[in-house]
C-alpha cells in the first residue's frame, strides 16, 4: 500500500493504471471502522485498483466545535487500510487541497436545503466542493459511498450527472453494530451507554418501515416516532422525515415505495448521529 500526501504524488502514481485499469475511490474522513472497510471491499471487487482518501474537510463543517472534535485516527486508519488491501491512501494536508480560501461556490439546488441541508446549512456546498476535487485528482472509473448518508450520495449523484463526471457511482449498504446502530466515525465520542440508548435510531427506523408497508399514510408514523424518542432520558430528536429520494423533499404520504426513504438524526450529549432505511431494498 502506497500512502500518498501530495496531488502530484498521487497522480504519477495513478498516471500508470489510466488506460490499462478501473480506479476505485472511496473518499473519508477518516475515523475509520468496519462501514469504510465494506466499502475498500466493494471497490475491490469492482475496479482493479482501489484509492481510499483521508482527509476532514473543513468546508462542510458548519459548527467549528464538531470540525475540532471530530476524531483523527490517521495511524490506526492507515492500518485497517493496509489489512483491507487498499493500493493507495490519499492523506493530504487541509492547504493541499485548499491552497487558498477557496472562492468556488458549488450549490446544487433544492435538495441541498432539505434533511442535513436545512439543519446544517452550507454542508453539502462543502461536500459538493471537495468530491469535485478528489475526483479532478484521482480521475477514477467508479466511486463507493455508503448508505448512511444517504442523501449525501444522491447529492454526489446530483453533482455527477449535472457536470458530466464520467464516473460510476456505488452506494454500499449501511454496516451496524448488533444493537442496529449505524457504524459512525461519531461513535467514537460515545459511551457504552450512549451507544445503547442510541440504538433506538435504528428501532425507530424499523417501526417505521413496517407502519408504512402496511399503510402509506406518514402521519401516523411520524406521532408514533415521536412518542418513542419522548420515552428517552438523553436522545433528542432533531428530525424525522419520510422522503423522495428524488429531491427529498419530505412527503405526507407514499407514493412510489422504491423511491421512498425514512431519515432520521438526533442528538445524544454532544454527539449528533444520523439513519436512514430505503422503504423497500
Known amino acids: 500500500m502506497k500512502v500518498c500526501k501530495t496531488i502530484a504524488d498521487l497522480r504519477s502514481e495513478l498516471s500508470a493504471f489510466r488506460t490499462t485499469s478501473k480506479i476505485g475511490l472511496i473518499p473519508t474522513m ?10 475498500v471491499k466493494a471497490a475491490r471487487k469492482e475496479a482493479h485498483v482501489t484509492v481510499a482518501s483521508i482527509f476532514v474537510n473543513p468546508a462542510q463543517f458548519n459548527n467549528p466545535e464538531d470540525l475540532i472534535k471530530y476524531p483523527r485516527t490517521l495511524e490506526d486508519d492507515l492500518k485497517k487500510l493496509e489489512a483491507a488491501q487498499c493500493d493507495f491512501v490519499f492523506t493530504p494536508e487541509v492547504d493541499e487541497v485548499y491552497p487558498s480560501k477557496p472562492e468556488v461556490k458549488i450549490n446544487l439546488g433544492p435538495i441541498t436545503n432539505q434533511l442535513e441541508g436545512k439543519f446544517r ?13 478528489l475526483f479532478h485528482i484521482v480521475q477514477p472509473d467508479i466511486a463507493f459511498f455508503g448508505q448512511k448518508d444517504l442523501q449525501q450520495f444522491f447529492v454526489i449523484k446530483k453533482l455527477v450527472d449535472e457536470l458530466n463526471f464520467p464516473i460510476d457511482l456505488h452506494m454500499v449498504a449501511t454496516e451496524r453494530e448488533a444493537s442496529g446502530l449505524a457504524m459512525s466515525s461519531r461513535n467514537l465520542r460515545l459511551s457504552e451507554e450512549e451507544k445503547e440508548e442510541a440504538s433506538l435510531l435504528y428501532k425507530g ?3 417505521a418501515q413496517n407502519m408504512l408497508l402496511a399503510s402509506s399514510e406518514v402521519a401516523p408514523v411520524k406521532l408514533a416516532i415521536a412518542e418513542l424518542f419522548d420515552q428517552s432520558a438523553r436522545l433528542e ?3 424525522f422525515e419520510v422522503v423522495d429520494t428524488s429531491n427529498f423533499r419530505p412527503l405526507d404520504k407514499v407514493v412510489e415505495q422504491s423511491k421512498t426513504a425514512i431519515c432520521i438524526a438526533a ?15
Open 121 to 133: 446549512p452550507g454542508h453539502f456546498d462543502g461536500v459538493g466542493l471537495v468530491v469535485s476535487k
Open 30 to 39: 477518516g475515523a475509520l471502522h468496519n462501514g469504510h472497510l465494506s466499502l
Open 267 to 281: 442528538e445524544i450529549g454532544e454527539v449528533r448521529l444520523i439513519d436512514n432505511l430505503l422503504l423497500i431494498s
Open 237 to 239: 430528536l432533531e428530525y
Open 205 to 207: 427506523l424499523k417501526k
